[in-house]
C-alpha cells in the first residue's frame, strides 16, 4: 500500500460520512471497509505513516510489525481501550484522540436508556412478542432525582435533558468544578445516597478501571436505576449482577460491555432488570459526520513528533 494514510476499519456509515463532509477524501486518505485481522492490518498500511482506527486492537507485537507508523488517530477519546499506549509512546508514534462529536448523540442515547428503564419498555416488548401481556408498573422521573458519575460533555448534555423532564441534577467529578455546575457538586457518597437514577460519565484510565462496585452499588438509594453508555471497565460487571439479582438495584441500562459482541451465555441477558444495546450510543448519522470532518482535519495537520494532541 502506497498510502502514507490509511483508515484500517471503515464501516458503511462512516465512507457515506466521508464523502459527504469531503467529497476527494481518496485523496488524502485510503479507506478499508470492514474489521481486519492482525495479518490484514500489516497488509494494507504496512508503509503507512498515520493510521486512523475506529475500533481495532493495537497492541505490542502489531505496532512491531508497522516500522513507517508516526500517528495513529483514534476516532473517539478511548483510545487506551484499543491501543497500548505505553509501547506506541516507546516507538515515538503519537496516539491522537477526537473527543465531543458524540456528547449530543450519547446524551440521547443515555436519556433512551432511562425511559426505558423507567418505564420498563424493553421487558414489555419482549414479552409481547412473546405473546404474553402484563402491563408493567413504571416510574415517572419528574421530581426525581438524576445522579451523574463524571461531567464532561455527554455529562452536561444529558444533565440538560434530565432538567427538561424536571429531574433535580447532582454531580460528582473527578476534578473540581469552575462553572455553573458546582451548585449541583456532590460528594460522591451524596450522589449515590440521593439519585433515583445514577448515570455514568467518566474516561476508562488505570484509575477509573473497575471504579463502579459492590461498595457503590450498595451506598446506592434501593431500587435505583443504573446507566452507562460510556466504558464496561468502569463497572465491577459481576457486582452490578449481583446488585440486579438481589434487587438492590432495580434496573441496569447498559451500552457497553466486558466482551462485545455479547456472548449469547452471558448472564445479563437473563435478567428481566436490564435494559442492553449494542454499543450504539454514538451511532447517528449527524455524530458520524462530525467525527468524520473532525477526523479529516486533524489529519491534515502537519504533524509534530513533540506534540500529543486531542481533537475538540
Known amino acids: ?31 478499508n471497509i470492514g474489521d481486519p485481522s492482525g495479518d490484514e492490518v500489516v497488509a494494507i498500511a504496512q508503509n503507512a505513516e498515520v493510521i486512523w482506527n475506529g475500533h481495532t486492537t493495537i497492541d505490542a507485537a502489531l505496532l512491531a510489525r508497522l516500522p513507517a507508523l508516526r500517528r495513529i488517530i483514534f476516532l473517539g477519546s478511548g483510545a487506551a481501550s ?23 448523540a450519547v446524551a440521547e442515547h443515555a436519556a433512551a436508556l432511562m425511559l426505558s428503564a423507567a418505564r420498563q419498555v424493553g421487558r414489555m416488548e419482549r414479552d409481547l412478542r412473546r405473546g404474553h401481556w402484563e402491563p ?53 457518597d451524596e450522589v449515590l445516597a440521593q439519585a433515583d437514577v445514577i ?7 488505570p484509575e477509573t478501571r473497575g471504579f463502579f462496585g ?39 441500562a447498559l451500552d457497553v460491555f466486558d466482551m462485545e459482541p455479547l456472548p449469547k451465555d452471558d448472564p445479563l441477558l437473563a435478567l428481566a432488570n436490564a435494559t442492553l444495546t449494542a454499543h450504539a450510543g454514538f451511532k447517528t448519522r449527524e455524530a458520524t459526520e462530525r467525527l468524520a470532518a473532525k477526523a479529516m482535519a486533524l489529519s491534515l495537520m502537519p504533524f509534530r513528533s513533540d506534540v500529543v494532541t486531542g481533537f475538540e
Open 1 to 31: 500500500m502506497k498510502s502514507k494514510t490509511v483508515y484500517i476499519d471503515c464501516s458503511e456509515l462512516m465512507l457515506a460520512a466521508l464523502a459527504r463532509v469531503k467529497p476527494d477524501y481518496a485523496d488524502h486518505v485510503h479507506v
Open 82 to 104: 484499543y491501543i497500548d499506549l505505553d509501547t506506541a509512546a516507546a516507538r515515538g508514534i503519537s496516539v491522537e484522540t477526537i473527543s465531543g462529536y458524540g456528547d449530543r
Open 136 to 188: 408493567l408498573e413504571g416510574m415517572e422521573l419528574g421530581g426525581k432525582t438524576l445522579g451523574l458519575i463524571g461531567i464532561g460533555g455527554i455529562g452536561r448534555t444529558f444533565a440538560d435533558i434530565g432538567k427538561a423532564f424536571g429531574m433535580e441534577v447532582v454531580v460528582w467529578n473527578r476534578s473540581s468544578l469552575t462553572d455553573d455546575w458546582t451548585a449541583h457538586q456532590r460528594s460522591l
Open 199 to 205: 448515570s455514568l460519565h467518566l474516561a476508562l484510565t
Open 214 to 252: 459492590t461498595e457503590q452499588f450498595a451506598g446506592m438509594k434501593a431500587g435505583a436505576l443504573f446507566i452507562n453508555t460510556a466504558r464496561a471497565g468502569l463497572v465491577d460487571t459481576a457486582a452490578m449482577i449481583d446488585a440486579l439479582q438481589s434487587g438492590r438495584l432495580g434496573h441496569a
